[in-house]
């Protein structure tokens, strides 16, 4: 018996989901028929892909190498099904991505590409430096872009783009503009959740002054802390893109702080393990727009 694409997509559609019957639907065929596919893979392979992990299957160390050269075979029966459309890629891209770049960056680099690769389908995964760490361990990612930091083994990291990191308050406090280290320990703190590579940032530039942060709230989404600072319950920093709307619509100002708050955006990707074609030419795009975006900016 060999191996079969029926079987490799019920493998990489199991990654994805972490369970068997959501991937029977996504391939479209039955429960035991999927089931019964993953059991003859890996009798074929002589080893356990899965483990159970909660209520979820999780891809097993020894199956993650399988992984993409799975996703390039699917990748390459796509391609052949839609040569008669004249673009050589198209199947599916698995993206991971904290919360800024998420919502301001990858719009953006994900419809220049669709426009030049009409075939390419995308799932983004939104969340915290460290739930994309771990989509990419778990193989539910290919790239993953964050703004932490990342020093995993298993992961190897490229500078993408530079970032700012930004404190500001409502317009409504009456609060002077230039912070000193003694007002910023002096403030309530409206802060992203542990985990959240705006958060460790903020923390480690504080600490050498600062034991703790006095923080009242801490949010998972970057929308609740926006409301929360522009209703007064204390002040915030996140990405200066992210504010840009409820600075010029005179909600929030920012504050001068003897912070260093600057830090490099970070593509990701699993170390040891070839990237599909998809996947390395998205990168090399925005890669590629980095670059002639920083070219464009005017000398300082």
Not at 9 to 31: D, K, L
Not at 112 to 129: A, D, M, S, V, Y
Request: glycine fraction near 6%; include cysteine; aromatic fraction near 4%.
């Amino acid at each position: 018996m060999r191996i079969t694409l029926r079987q490799l997509q019920i493998f990489e559609a199991v990654v994805h989901t972490g369970s068997v019957t959501a991937a029977a639907e996504m391939v479209s065929i039955s429960q035991p028929a999927a089931s019964q596919a993953l059991r003859e893979l890996e009798a074929l392979l002589g080893r356990p892909l899965f483990r159970r992990h909660g209520k979820r299957l999780q891809i097993t160390p020894q199956a993650r190498h399988l992984l993409p050269q799975a996703r390039a075979v699917l990748s390459q029966i796509e391609q052949i099904e839609s040569m008669g459309s004249g673009d050589e890629l198209s199947g599916s891209l698995h993206l991971a991505a904290s919360v800024s770049v998420g919502n301001y960056l990858l719009p953006k680099q994900m419809s220049l590409f669709k426009r030049q690769h009409p075939n390419i389908r995308f799932n983004l995964e939104i969340g915290n430096t460290q739930s994309v760490i771990q989509q990419l361990l778990t193989g539910k990612a290919e790239v993953g872009f964050i703004e932490g930091y990342c020093q995993h083994a298993e992961l190897m990291t490229q500078v993408w783009l530079k970032d700012e990191l930004v404190v500001f308050g409502s317009v409504e406090e009456d609060r002077k503009t230039e912070l000193s280290w003694e007002d910023l320990q002096a403030a309530n703190w409206i802060m992203r959740e542990t985990g959240s590579g705006t958060r460790t940032i903020l923390e480690q530039a504080t600490a050498a002054h600062i034991s703790q942060l006095n923080v009242v709230l801490s949010l998972a989404h970057m929308e609740a802390v926006k409301q929360a600072v522009i209703h007064q319950m204390g002040l915030g920093c996140l990405s200066r893109m992210a504010i840009s709307q409820e600075l010029n619509a005179g909600l929030i100002r920012l504050y001068q702080t003897p912070l260093a708050l600057n830090r490099n955006l970070l593509i990701v990707t699993p170390k040891n393990t070839a990237l599909t074609q998809n996947a390395q030419r998205f990168i090399d795009q925005c890669c590629q727009i980095s670059e002639s975006e920083e070219n464009e900016q005017p000398s300082k």
